[in-house]
């Protein structure tokens, strides 16, 4: 079936209209992947493909956001992604502040609420006040969040709430699953109803490990540069089809 197609619109009266299959998730999370291979094929170096892959996040958020989601986190850098070479670790590392410096008050003015997780003091000093200066500037947005996942790690995640609840000094007896989310860094969101990973692989790489429980998971074969309205539509298509039952009997 042809994708119908969208309003050029950003704040659309009906995202059906839109060509956004209802219901929407409230909150998709996804693993951009395949910046490499997007850069291979063409002959270039990786970060070519990650250059790429940052330009094409701006348009993403704008989709998402007229289909209603309202929360959209994006895994731009794994704590694992360290062990990459040391000069597309720093590429990965300028682009993020070079991303943040030019579209942070176009994504203000267009209603982002912007969120970070992972360990940010892997950062250096600028880039870190960069951040944190993004999410004080947006925090009173409400048209959508985004969550920003840098330097995250799910297990990582899990050690750091743990941490927290000994340094507490909570006891064993008072520790129940509410008390673990609500130390993880995404205390206060929603978890994801949707996970999407480009590129073809079915791992979730450290992801959200604790959050995506019950995650539906949806991936495509599309190059992270090259992922945009058609497979949006497939993904939130595919997404209303699901029936989500939580280990409960539904018929
Ligand atoms: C995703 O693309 C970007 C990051 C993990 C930072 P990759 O760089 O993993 O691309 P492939 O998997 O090598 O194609
Ligand atoms: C996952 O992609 C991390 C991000 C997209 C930031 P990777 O390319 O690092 O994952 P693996 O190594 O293929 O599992
Ligand atoms: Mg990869």
Redesign the pocket.
Known sequence: MPSPSRASTTHPVDPAENGCAPPPPQHVAII??????WARARGKD?NF??RA?TENIRNIIRLFGECDVRYLTLY???TE?WSRPKSEVRA?TRLIGQVLKREVKKMHREGVRLHHIGRLDALDEGLRRQVQDAIELTKDNERINVVLAWNYGGRGEIVDAVRQLITEGMGAEAIDEQAIESRLYTSGLPDPDLVIRT?GEMRLSNFLVWQAAYAEFWSTPTL?PDFGAAEIDAALSAYAERTRKFGAVVE
């Open positions: 951009m992947d395949g910046n490499g291979r990786r493909g990650h892959g731009a850098f794994s992604n990965l590129a992270w």
